[in-house]
């Protein structure tokens, strides 16, 4: 089901994809949908946990082979880059959930752009011998 949201909002961005553009690409009804999620931020934050999942193993390879770090960096500059263009369609005055994700994205991406940072900076591994 994530695969399927994941493929609709990489079409449109996620901001431009409506919950019924979703329901529609997944195949699902509109209470089987909120019965997974309480609102369209609940599938943001299932849709990054996913991406965050599938690539685990080769973000844990990262930190050990400092070419791959400088690659990371650099991407990671870039999504930070993207992420001050977040668009966000609802426009509430009370509590928004999109504008809370589009902020929590931007900050956590700003955070992992520190860390590996500030890795990349360090030239020795943790196990007492060079990183290569």
Known sequence: MLALAEQAVLAKGFSATSIEEMIAAVGITKSGFFYHFKDKGE??????LRYLEQD??????IFRRGEKLAAAVEELRELVDRSRRIGVACNATGGNPELV???????????????????????????????G
């Open 43 to 48: 599938l943001a934050k299932a849709l990054l």
């Open 56 to 61: 685990r193993e080769v973000l844990d390879g």
């Open 101 to 131: 994700t589009a902020y929590r994205t931007r900050m956590m991406l700003k955070l992992a752009l520190v860390i590996a940072y500030g890795a990349l900076q360090r030239t020795e591994s943790r196990g007492g011998h060079t990183r």
